[in-house]
């Protein structure tokens, strides 16, 4: 079982720190086409991860959207079959219309493993910290 709670932990990584750096296409590619999101800044959940990456390219255009660094903490995983749970808080430095904006959230994302064992990103909930 901590195998498997490592390689998620792994999965968990590669997808914060794309998103940390603003690697829009290493963050997306840690979702399965079908994934869905629910955050608490948006009216509507998105549920497809092309949903998703049309909104990233609409915040980036409209509100000049930029990640400047992402640190998660109080990591936790749940493995369960083929399909894991991980949830952390997360304290997001980000850039919006020209301004620093600091976030801190809690986050589920849910992996489900795929027949070569590797997980993808099947879900993701964001909401505020407190």
Known sequence: MQDLEQSVLAAADRLVEAFARHDAAAYFSA???????????????????????????LWETRDSFRVRGCQSSDRHVQVIGNV???????????????????????????FERDGTG????????LSRAG
């Open 31 to 57: 979702f399965a086409p079908n994934a869905t999101f629910i955050f608490h800044n948006l009216d509507r959940p998105l549920r497809s991860r092309a949903e998703y990456e049309a909104e990233w390219a």
């Open 84 to 110: 894991a749970v991980f949830t952390h808080g997360v304290q997001t430095e980000l850039e919006i219309l020209g301004e620093p904006v600091t976030s801190e959230e809690r986050e589920t994302i849910v």
């Open 118 to 125: 590797a997980w993808l990103a099947v879900h993701e909930h």
